[in-house]
């Protein structure tokens, strides 16, 4: 039963409009699986805005790294998102990012290995403005590691245009 799907784009492009709409599509009771560590009150906003997207039918689970540890064998998730749960890694790893990529390759190949069907929110971060600091620029190309591997393991693939979702693979 295992199936990935990939779903990437800018920030406000629709990815997690088009991802929950296509996991409720597959199952009557999918799984919401939050990355996201609250870090302000403007973020936790964004947080209280997506949890008021979501209908009842969906089951909330909350982890910010170990993925992996979760029981989701024959469940549709969604796993919204990569970034935060790569920025996670990379605040716990010191800013280091052979670290970061070390953690994260290891905890994503464990996790893609369950028997569930998966749908992964990533950002196109790289495809934004220069960033201004020397930690942004190493996560940006982190996030991008980290999306290209996923993309690879994807079975289908889809870049978010303006709240259009274009099929890559």
């Keep these: 039963m295992r199936k990935i799907i990939f779903i990437t784009g800018g920030q406000r492009s629709g990815k997690s409009r ?8 597959l199952s009557q009771h999918p799984v919401y699986l939050a990355t996201a560590h609250i870090w302000d009150d403007d973020f936790q906003a964004r947080v209280q805005r997506h949890k008021d997207d979501r209908s009842e039918e969906w089951e ?3 982890e910010e790294m170990t993925i992996s540890q979760l029981q989701l064998d024959g469940r ?3 796993l919204d ?3 935060l749960w790569l920025t996670n890694i990379y605040v716990q790893s010191q800013y280091d990012p052979e670290l970061t990529l070390e ?6 190949s464990s996790f893609k290995e369950k028997d569930f069907t998966l749908l ?3 950002n196109e971060i790289g495809m934004g403005v220069h960033a201004e600091n020397e930690a942004s620029r190493k ?5 991008g590691w980290i999306n290209q591997q996923i993309a690879a393991d994807a079975d289908e693939a889809y870049l978010m245009v303006s709240g259009i979702p274009v099929k890559i693979k």
């Design 18 to 25: 088009y991802a929950q709409s296509f996991a409720l599509g």
């Design 120 to 122: 992964v929110v990533s």
């Design 76 to 78: 549709v998730v969604l």
């Design 81 to 83: 998102c990569i970034t």
């Design 139 to 143: 996560f940006a190309d982190l996030q």
């Design 60 to 62: 909330t689970l909350e």
């Design 103 to 108: 953690k994260a390759k290891k905890e994503w």
